[in-house]
């Protein structure tokens, strides 16, 4: 399985400001995604960044709020815009493993507190 | 409307004996069904995972069985080992979202000593 880094491991950011979120994998991967875990929730995918075009976001998420960037296949961002306490959470990255296979293989995840 | 649902919030175990964790999944366009390990502070690490083709995967202590007709899956650990303690994740996908994994809320397991 591809190794997966994220910057930062974890943030307390102040209401109203952005954080962008990097994910880096030790190979080139086709799809990548970014979840969202809420306090005492479970994951819930925001969107699959795709490669060379405009994210593709699930219900309940918007690119105004979440921009994702995927400039390569083996880096993306999420900025998590204008934030509010709501928006304190874990945010993860994945990257789906071998062909044929709809294995996800996990960042070690960006913890984010909004005050 | 939650299509993935772990009833047991946590689950107590002692060591050496078996760990039973249970899911039950609502759609059935879901044919591929993962299972996730998740400690404090890192990522979910994906332990084992079963095709609906199947009714069994079995891979060193890690067991998954999957009941399609009652949508039921779970994951055996035997012998539970302290390490073994984590929160517990199921996930579900089917062939028309690719890619889109959807999780239950976990069960916390904890294995004494």
């Known amino acids: 399985s591809a190794v997966i880094s994220q910057k930062p491991s974890r943030d307390i950011c102040q209401r109203g400001t952005s954080l962008t979120i990097q994910c880096q994998v030790d190979?080139?991967?086709?799809?990548m995604f970014w979840y969202r875990q809420q306090p005492g929730q479970s994951l819930t995918l925001i969107a699959t960044?795709?490669?060379?075009?405009?994210?593709?976001?699930e219900s309940g998420f918007v690119i105004d709020k979440f921009p994702i960037s995927r400039p390569n296949l083996t880096f993306s961002t999420l900025t998590v815009s204008n934030m509010s306490p709501e928006d304190s959470s874990i945010y993860l990255c994945?990257?789906?493993?071998?062909?044929?296979?709809?294995?996800?293989?996990f960042g070690p995840g960006t913890r984010l507190t909004v005050l | 409307d939650q299509q993935v649902k772990q009833n047991s919030p946590s689950l107590s175990v002692q060591e050496g004996r078996i760990s039973i964790l249970n899911c039950d999944y609502t759609?059935?366009?879901?044919?591929?069904f993962l299972w996730y390990k998740k400690y404090p502070a890192e990522g979910p690490t994906f332990l084992i995972s079963?095709?609906?083709?199947?009714d069994k995967n079995e891979d060193g202590r890690f067991t998954v069985f999957l009941n399609k007709s009652a949508k039921h899956l779970s994951l055996h650990i035997v012998p539970s080992q302290p390490g073994d303690s984590a929160v517990y994740f199921c996930?579900?996908?089917?062939?028309?979202?690719?890619?889109?994994?959807?999780f239950g809320q976990g069960t916390t397991l904890q294995v004494k000593p």
């Open positions: 994945s990257v789906e493993g071998w062909y044929g296979t709809d294995t996800q293989y």
């Open positions: 190979s080139q991967v086709t799809m």
């Open positions: 960044a795709n490669q060379g075009s405009e994210a593709t976001y």
């Open positions: 759609n059935s366009m879901f044919d591929y």
């Open positions: 079963i095709s609906s083709i199947k």
């Open positions: 996930a579900a996908c089917g062939s028309s979202n690719t890619g889109k994994l959807i």
